[in-house]
């Protein structure tokens, strides 16, 4: 077999990948799109080459010869961006990860180092092929030396081949002759300066007329053009300096031997952690993690006596781990895992049920075991029985505690725990059985299926000890104990419970909807004058701007822009453009809502949404199939879509809503002697802030400066900034610096606790809530300053926001458990953000209101009291 050896210019491709690919971040913050495009290059280029040798050379940043020269005529080339600049060291240890020789040496570029490997690789009968981004390697093209350049075309990578008899067809030159081109045009970004008024065309002709630098000065006297003739003829030492500069060193004292560049396999177990944390999760297709008997050892039981022999073997105040195979409906079996060598895979049957196995659980609980598992909320359905509640206190999730300890990674799966906390790589779901359902998976593959979630249950059983410990460093063991686990439950009832639904009005409601739409479009036409597509960004531009020459456009690649905060700038002046705006809200709600929700009616008239705790990086809940978090309340027409949200028959639905939280929240940790006050006498804050900041008296304010004041108070919690708040309410930068300035005057401990929070944040890397909820703050250390401003507002907002959404959590245990413990048929059946509503039995009203009020008015005991505004109706829509 011949050898073939490819050379990867290392700076010059990772340059190249991050100005080609989109700014990519892990959950850390680190960029790395840099990486992430060098490794796609270097996968592509080793698929086509078949490599027998491989290295990658890289620049030491010291002065070189050509440095040295370069910065007596004009210094150095444009410094490296700071986001590039932090993913070298990254890509330099991936590569060592993946075992590819790396090389460089002070003294010398990488050109320098590749250019000699390459030369004396072909003096030793190698195939050699050269990947940069840099033509000046073009100079060392031979028979037997390719130099390959990518490209970036349409987000695809191409690449361009150059042999010597390549680079003759498409410079009508010779390698050689083609460094004295490069030296006559120059290259700043090279640090070759060429000779003035000497660029690519001129440069071209005068080598391929004379065919070289010498042969050009010999025949100066024929070059016509005088200010070409001048430029020679002055710059005959910079020309020679040039060449200097670009001829490539070939002959350079490079230690690496070829030994050291074979290649072996990539995909090791350290490269597969280092995408993993980098957050290269479609490149982890590549590794083939074994998973196979010889590595994960476990028994399998499919009888009720080979699961209870196996569970004699668990002693009191162990943990075991444990894991369904599958959902409620389509569960196959479960794993558990309680020490080294003892795992075993429970196949469900006719004698080993899934009833069965959840009695076994529910007695290991009450021997004081503890059980551990991933995503709890999805197993309570085996460990809760006839609503009886589990001792939570035996509960632990692998999940939730990695969520904790890093809530800016939303999407944690069992390989990502096992790899973070276990240090065990493994592999995906989608990696091992494609598409396949659990129950496909485990028909077809059932011996790969059950060794699968074997290893899965080892892995995660070593974790979960680490992740406990971990929490406890961080302070947040207590959250982890008294908020978040308990949560878990709460929300397996409300899923459970879900929301009915009365479809007919549904449909009436979307039929409504649709004769609006249909009115308003023709409304929108008669003012245009013309009939268009009112969806289509590009007619809709066209007619604004074009026809009817609306101020304020924004031209973009595509055309105009119509995003919604430039025509929420022109509707107060142009009925056009209001109702343009009313269309477009309409149908989404439709497309959204009244169509929407269709899919997820079930037959007992009821939706069922999923509640998630692990995605909002403040620790706020969000809901999924479907969303119920944004169900419209800014318009009437979108508030009408809560009276097809009903109770049962004899039930109704009570709504109580947290009143103003995050300012609460704002003036009890700020300590703000002044705001705190005005809350304890139920004082109007809009109207008094109002009052402040526009020096009126209070009875004075009018409904406009009301909301405005309520824009600037609510603003503050957010961070607001001037630009933001001027752009809110359609007044000058000024005007809003003015405001906010006076607000700070007249809340001045909010000022001080913001500051405190930005540079707590800076000192710590992380922000805290009240019950010790932490975010980290990678964006503060940036170098772009747009994200260090962002990174700001959220070090400002995060207490405030995480507070407010642990004190709603803690306030929804509290209700469904007096609900379930006071043996009462209402139930919790939503959260909204601040709002809680239970489906209410009609002898329990004055009960429920009683319970909500004071579950949500002492969840937390703070300087400013918690108010709620309570509200019973036969819909939703009344109750609210």
Same mark, same amino acid.
């Not at 009115?519 to 531009?541: D, I, M, R």
């Not at 540079?759 to 940036?782: D, I, V």
């Given at each position: ?30 960029? @790395? ?6 490794? *796609?290059?270097?996968? &592509? ?158 440069? @071209? ?8 630098? $010498? ?15 001048? !430029? ?23 230690? @690496? ?28 297709? #590549? ?20 699961? $209870? ?49 959840? &009695? ?13 598992? =991933? ?54 779901? !989608? ?12 028909? &077809? ?7 699968? =979630? ?53 449909? /009436? ?8 739409? /249909? ?34 456009? &924004? ?50 008239? #009821? ?99 009301? #909301? *405005? ?12 900034? !001037? ?8 007044? !000058? ?63 400002? *907002?995060?207490?405030?926001?995480? @507070? ?9 245990? #509290? ?51 918690? $108010? ?13």
């Amino acid at each position: 077999m011949n050898q073939k050896l490819v050379l990867i210019d290392g700076h010059s491709i990772l340059n190249r990948a991050f100005y080609g690919v989109p700014d990519l971040t892990n959950s850390q913050g680190l960029h @790395t799109n840099a990486v992430y495009g060098f490794l *796609n290059i270097l996968f &592509k280029v080793l698929e086509e080459e078949k490599a027998t040798h491989l290295a990658v050379a890289f620049d030491l940043h010291v002065p070189t010869f050509r440095h040295e020269m370069y910065a007596a005529y004009k210094g150095t080339r444009k410094p490296m961006p700071q986001e590039l600049r932090e993913q070298v060291p990254v890509m330099k240890q991936v590569l060592q990860a993946m075992g590819i020789t790396t090389v460089e040496h002070e003294g010398l570029e990488a050109d320098d180092i590749l250019g000699t490997l390459a030369r004396r690789a072909e003096q030793e009968k190698f195939e050699v092929s050269i990947v940069s981004g840099d033509r000046d390697l073009l100079q060392i093209a031979s028979e037997h030396i390719k130099i390959r350049i990518p490209k970036t075309k349409g987000g695809k990578t191409e690449v361009e081949d150059y042999y010597a008899e390549d680079v003759i067809r498409s410079y009508k030159m010779t390698p050689k002759q083609f460094i004295e081109l490069k030296a006559l045009m120059g290259d700043t970004a090279d640090n070759i300066p060429g000779v003035p008024k000497v660029g690519e065309k001129t440069a @071209t002709d005068l080598m391929v007329r004379y065919g070289s630098i $010498e042969n050009i000065y010999l025949h100066l006297d024929e070059i016509s053009k005088k200010s070409i003739h001048d !430029s020679l003829e002055q710059n005959r030492e910079l020309a020679d300096l040039s060449l200097r500069l670009a001829t490539i060193k070939t002959d350079c004292d490079v230690e @690496t031997s070829f030994a050291e560049m074979k290649k072996n396999d990539f995909y090791t177990a350290q490269a597969y952690t280092m995408f993993q944390d980098l957050g290269f999760k479609n490149l982890l297709g #590549r590794f083939e993690i074994k998973q196979g008997k010889a590595d994960t050892a476990f028994q399998i039981l499919n009888q009720k006596e080979e699961m $209870e022999l196996f569970l004699k073997g668990v002693k009191t105040e162990k943990t075991i781990f444990f894991q369904i195979a599958g959902d409620e409906e389509h569960a196959v079996g479960m794993t558990l895992s309680f020490e080294a060598g003892k795992t075993a895979f429970c196949v469900f049957n006719e004698n080993l049920t899934k009833e069965w196995a959840g &009695k076994c659980l529910r007695d290991l609980i009450k021997q004081k075991i503890s059980l551990a598992t =991933f995503d709890i909320k999805n197993e309570y359905f085996l460990l809760e029985e006839n609503d009886e509640t589990p001792d939570m206190e035996y509960l632990s999730d692998t999940l939730i505690a990695a969520y904790l300890l890093n809530p800016l990674k939303s999407d944690y799966q069992p390989e990502d725990i096992a790899q973070e906390y276990a240090d065990t790589p493994l592999q995906t779901y !989608s990696q091992a059985f494609g598409k396949r359902s659990v129950k496909e998976a485990f028909e &077809k593959n059932g011996s790969d299926f059950m060794n699968f =979630f074997a290893a899965q249950a080892q892995a995660l059983y070593l974790a979960a000890p680490v992740l406990e410990k971990k929490l406890l460093e961080t302070d947040q063991k207590e959250l982890y104990r008294q908020i978040e686990m308990p949560l878990t439950l709460v929300l397996f009832h409300m899923e459970k419970e879900g929301v009915m639904i009365r479809p007919q009005e549904l449909k /009436e409601y979307g039929q409504a909807l649709s004769v609006r739409i /249909e009115k308003l479009e023709k409304e929108v036409w008669a003012l245009a004058g013309t009939e268009f597509n009112l969806n289509s960004p590009k007619q809709l531009g066209e007619i604004l701007f074009d026809e009817l020459h609306l101020p304020g456009s &924004k031209k973009t690649k595509t055309g105009y822009s119509t995003a919604a905060d430039v025509l929420e700038k022109l509707a107060p002046d142009y009925p056009i453009v209001e109702k343009l705006l009313e269309y477009r809200g309409l149908s989404k709600l439709k497309s959204t809502y009244a169509d929407g929700l269709m899919h997820f009616v079930k037959e007992s008239q #009821r939706i069922h949404s999923t509640f998630h705790q692990t995605i909002a990086a403040t620790g706020r809940i969000s809901s999924t199939d479907p969303n119920l978090q944004n169900i419209p309340m800014r318009t009437e027409m979108g508030r009408q879509i809560r009276k097809v949200f009903v109770a049962r028959p004899g039930f109704l639905l009570t709504d109580a809503d947290y009143s103003q939280i995050e300012l609460r929240v704002l003036a009890s940790l700020s300590g703000d002697s002044q705001l705190i006050e005005a809350y304890r006498q139920d004082a109007d804050i809009h109207r008094m802030t109002a009052a402040k900041v526009f020096h009126v008296a209070p009875e004075d304010v009018t409904p406009l400066m009301r #909301r *405005n004041a309520k824009a600037v108070n609510f603003g503050i919690v957010y961070g607001i900034s !001037s630009f933001g708040l001027s752009q809110d309410l359609s007044i !000058s930068r000024k005007e809003a610096a003015d405001y906010i300035d006076t607000y700070f005057k007249m809340y001045p401990d909010i000022k001080n606790y913001l500051d405190k929070c930005v540079e707590e944040a800076k000192t710590n890397g992380y922000t805290a809530t009240l019950f010790g909820r932490r975010r980290p703050m990678p964006e503060l250390f940036s170098s772009n300053f747009v994200q260090r401003s962002f990174g700001e507002r959220v070090a400002k *907002n995060a207490p405030i926001q995480g @507070t407010a959404a642990d004190i709603i959590k803690i306030a929804m245990i #509290r209700v469904d458990k007096r609900l379930r413990s006071e043996k009462m048929k209402s139930r919790l059946i939503l959260q909204i953000h601040d709002e809680l509503l239970v489906e209410t039995a009609e002898e329990e009203t004055e009960k429920v209101a009683e319970i909500m009020s004071f579950e949500m008015k002492n969840a937390v005991n703070m300087a400013v009291p918690m $108010e709620i505004d309570l509200h019973t109706g036969n819909n939703w829509y009344d109750a609210h």
